[in-house]
């Protein structure tokens, strides 16, 4: 069973890596996060492929796919939808927004107002969106990837702390190197290689190894090194915010897709280890004298990491 899901996990990264190149831990990263029911925040430049990975990633799943370009007069009703009169039958019908897909790209989710962007924490959090008391449940699987550009960007908004939280993971693409953007030029020589991907699972296929992940075994004495890792960052003096229990949960989750796409039924301390810094450092908050003096997220859950003992 688990050289199966290995195996189906590695068809999707292949056919995901035919179209970005070079990218490959990146890729894994996105997958993890899908695989854990999560969600994944892509920070990168503008042309780096965040957009084409989440199409192509839609496509090589055979979802529905939804894109939503974040503007500054974007409505959260244009996400979600909403109940629009209908003057034939005198009664307002329900008009489904982009969010009712499998895979959903918020792009330049920082390019909106903080009002627009809480619409997507209810349905980041539960899966559902809710109108007029009523609760609508999204298709399964539901994934989101939202692309931002980095904060000192022209027309940028910083992300409110619980939208950030709602993001299993945060990823960076990042240039490539010489030798596989020389590829992706001649890749395009006459069309994009997007245009010749096909799909290599069904959705059922990714709710199945979602579930397979659940069941992967996690020792209480790795649990209790995880939460230690977490404790180390609500008493780092250098943060105004520390990791909450959902992201103690996401680095769990992500833990256990981690091992199960290693072949393994069990989670190991270097799980943890490899997945902190893209679980957690996202979700942290520097204190202003840190902020302004050039300290990272990253480097203090490096920090973090080499203080608490590794569980044998």
Do not use: W
């Amino acid at each position: 069973m688990s050289t199966q899901f290995a195996a189906t996990v590695q068809k999707i990264e292949d056919n995901l890596g035919s179209v970005i190149r070079g990218k490959a831990e990146s890729i894994r990263l996105v997958m993890i996060s899908l695989l854990a029911g999560g969600h994944t925040l892509l920070e990168d430049a503008p042309g780096t492929g965040k957009t084409t990975l989440a199409k192509s990633l839609a496509r090589s799943v055979d979802g529905v796919f939804r894109r939503i370009q974040f503007t500054p007069d974007l409505l959260p009703a244009d996400i979600t939808g909403g109940n629009i009169y209908n003057p034939k039958e005198g009664s307002f019908d329900f008009r489904p927004g982009p969010v009712f897909s499998n895979v959903l790209l918020a792009d330049e989710i920082n390019r909106t107002s903080p009002r627009t962007q809480s619409a997507l924490l209810e349905v980041m959090s539960e899966n559902q969106v809710t109108v007029d008391g009523k609760a609508l449940t999204l298709p399964q699987p539901f994934f989101v990837i939202a692309t931002q550009n980095p904060n000192e960007y022209h027309g940028t908004y910083p992300l409110p702390e619980a939208q950030l939280d709602r993001f299993t993971l945060s990823v960076t693409l990042g240039y490539p190197d010489t030798s596989h953007e020389v590829e992706m030029l001649f890749s395009q020589n006459e069309r994009h290689p997007f245009t010749k991907l096909k799909s290599v699972v069904s959705c059922q296929e990714v709710i199945d190894l979602q579930e397979q992940v659940k069941a992967v075994r996690f020792d209480r004495a790795i649990a209790e090194y995880l939460v230690r890792l977490v404790e180390g960052t609500r008493k780092e003096p250098r943060l105004r915010l520390g990791i909450s229990p959902r992201g103690s949960l996401a680095l769990y989750r992500t833990a256990q897709a981690r091992a199960r796409v290693a072949g393994r039924d069990h989670v190991l301390p270097e799980d943890v280890r490899a997945l902190a810094v893209p679980v957690l450092a996202h979700r942290m908050m520097l204190d202003t004298k840190a902020k302004y003096g050039g300290v990272r997220t990253q480097q203090l859950v490096e920090e973090i990491i080499g203080k608490i003992a590794v569980p044998r």
